[in-house]
């Protein structure tokens, strides 16, 4: 059960920075297959957290190159990543104190996130670093 495929339009030919998108999906399409089989809510908890903890760890990398080779944008990319990682912590919050029923609404949010943030956001900065070499 998919629901991202890797396509070549998510490769930004950074080889670091791509390798850690094709882990967020793979993340994300684990994370979705366990809800289809309807898991236990203990996996499924520590689905989401994995995938917060990658994804700061990810935004954290990223922002590195950003401060290290001067990309312009860099404040308001590091405030999209902020944005990510509040709204999937209020998610997992609400998730934690049965609040929250996850369904395909946020495994769709994840998916055109994570896909409009590469295609768009993160294709921004890709001239930059590879005219500094980072590929």
């Not at 917060?52 to 590195?64: G, I, S």
Request: charged residues 30%; glycine residues 4%; positive net charge.
């Amino acid at each position: 059960m998919t629901l991202i495929k890797w396509t070549d339009d998510l490769n930004l030919n950074i080889r670091s920075i791509d390798d850690q998108h094709r882990k967020l999906v793979s993340m994300i399409n684990n994370f979705y297959m366990h809800l289809q089989q309807k898991s236990n809510k203990e996996l499924i908890g520590k689905l989401i957290r994995d995938m917060k903890e990658y994804t700061t760890v990810h935004f954290a990398d990223e922002e590195k190159l950003f401060d290290r080779y001067g990309f312009h944008e860099s404040a308001a990319h590091k405030k999209k990543h902020q944005d990510f990682v509040d709204k999937v912590t209020d998610l997992e919050d609400r998730f934690n104190k049965g609040k929250l029923i996850l369904s395909i609404e946020i495994t769709n949010f994840l998916k055109t996130w994570l896909t409009e943030h590469i295609k768009g956001a993160d294709a921004g900065y890709v001239k930059l670093l590879q005219s500094k070499g980072v590929i």
